[in-house]
């Protein structure tokens, strides 16, 4: 009986879970879409930001969430799996390296953004006459790289372990049989790491909110300023409250909310 009420109670909550977060999504893509259709002359879905001359198009900032995503995804899923190597190679660095993860994954986002603020972006206003992305990506990746790390661990190291005795039999190291056996025969952890990462560094707001320099343009250069959606939702929740421009933002979480939409359909596809 206990155990049936156990079963119950897990089923109950997951189905409230589920009816939560569809309520949610239908809410945001509601008023996103009535919005996006109450705009004049598509205003909504242009690149200029200026609520001054009735223009609130998000588009710019929609690009550049998938720029800098895209970015620092790319180049911190390559230092991931780096990393993870050399944690299951169990060579000299890896208690160093798996507590330092660790502690990472434990680090306030807020923390990064500002040590960056103050310490990293000066030095490449001094030297480049501007910061961007170049300041952006690094900070974004440190923030990330925890998540993928951990994802592609917990995956990783059991499928080292089922081969390591066969492997050392056979004359593999234990990288080497991590990078030639195992890696090549865990697509879907890869895929589920990269893709988690992508969608940490498109919902982060604080690293870019405080970074970028939030001109609400696209960028054409690494130093140039930028604005992503989640920081500009953050900008013109503070300052555009009740006024017009505030209907803007449900297309703007919308646009977030189907990004992971379809990041969650390609895994899928992919994996299957």
Not at 216 to 223: A, E, G, R, T
Not at 241 to 263: H, M, Q, R
Request: charged share 10%; with cysteine; net charge positive.
């Amino acid at each position: 009986m206990k155990d049936r009420l156990t079963l119950f109670a897990i089923k109950l909550g997951a189905i409230a879970t589920a009816l939560a977060a569809a309520a949610l999504f239908a809410f945001v893509i509601a008023f996103g879409v009535s919005a996006a259709f109450s705009a004049s002359d598509g205003a909504i879905f242009g690149f200029e930001w200026r609520p001054s001359e009735n223009r609130f198009g998000v588009m710019a900032m929609l690009i550049d969430s998938l720029i800098l995503s895209s970015i620092a995804t790319v180049l911190g899923f390559g230092a991931a799996i780096a990393i993870v190597c050399n944690i299951l190679a169990k060579n000299a660095l890896s208690t160093a390296l798996d507590r330092l993860v660790a502690f990472m994954s434990g680090f306030p986002t807020i923390l990064y953004a500002f040590v960056a603020l103050f310490v990293f972006a000066p030095i490449l206003r001094e030297k480049f006459g501007g910061a961007g992305l170049l300041c952006v990506v690094p900070v974004l990746i440190l923030l990330i790289l925890p998540t993928m790390i951990t994802i592609m661990k917990s995956s990783l190291a059991p499928r080292l372990k089922r081969i390591e005795t066969l492997a050392a039999s056979l004359g593999f190291s234990p990288l080497e049989a991590l990078f030639f056996v195992v890696l090549k025969n865990a697509k879907s952890a890869l895929i589920a790491a990269f893709l988690l990462g992508f969608g940490r560094a498109a919902g982060d707001t604080m690293i870019a909110l405080m970074l970028s320099g939030n001109a609400p343009q696209i960028p054409s250069d690494i130093h140039e300023s930028f604005r992503v959606l989640s920081a500009h939702m953050a900008l013109a929740t503070a300052n555009e409250a009740g006024a017009a421009a505030f209907d803007s933002l449900y297309l703007a979480g919308a646009a977030l909310l189907l990004i992971n939409l379809v990041l969650g359909a390609c895994a899928r596809l992919i994996a299957r």
